[in-house]
Nanobody
Framework: QVQLVESGGGLVQAGGSLRLSCAASGSIFTINDMGWYRQVPGKQRELVATITSGGSTNYADSVKDRFTISRDNAKNTVYLQMNSLKPEDTAVYYC?????????????WGQGTQVTVSS
């Protein structure tokens, strides 16, 4: 079983910054894609950013030029640097990791961390 532990959420003022971290542990053979998603009450979970094993990144239009996703393969950790935060960024943020566990594919989700941006 692969488990993900998130940290870094909190309450910030509009225009501020936060850095989210997500560390994966367990029977990991290879981690391929890693990403961040967010969800607000009454809405579907939406993709925020992804990063491949080769370092290729993809961002939602709403966070482009403000958020930066990165990864530390030695620590099995993915980060999300969030700058110039807006109230509409308020959501529960979930990390996702996809890869190979004992030569079987897996996808794991973090527990979620609350990000609240005040106006």
């Amino acid at each position: 079983q692969v488990q993900l532990v998130e940290s870094g959420g909190g309450l910030v003022q509009a225009g501020g910054s936060l850095r989210l971290s997500c560390a994966a542990s367990g029977s990991i053979f290879t981690i391929n894609d890693m990403g961040w998603y967010r969800q607000v009450p009454g809405k579907q979970r939406e993709l925020v950013a992804t990063i491949t094993s080769g370092g290729s990144t993809n961002y939602a239009d709403s966070v482009k030029d403000r958020f930066t996703i990165s990864r530390d393969n030695a620590k099995n950790t993915v980060y999300l640097q969030m700058n110039s935060l807006k109230p509409e960024d308020t959501a529960v943020y979930y990390c996702n990791v996809q890869g190979i566990e004992l030569f079987r594919s897996f996808t794991s989700w973090g527990q979620g961390t609350q990000v609240t941006v005040s106006s």
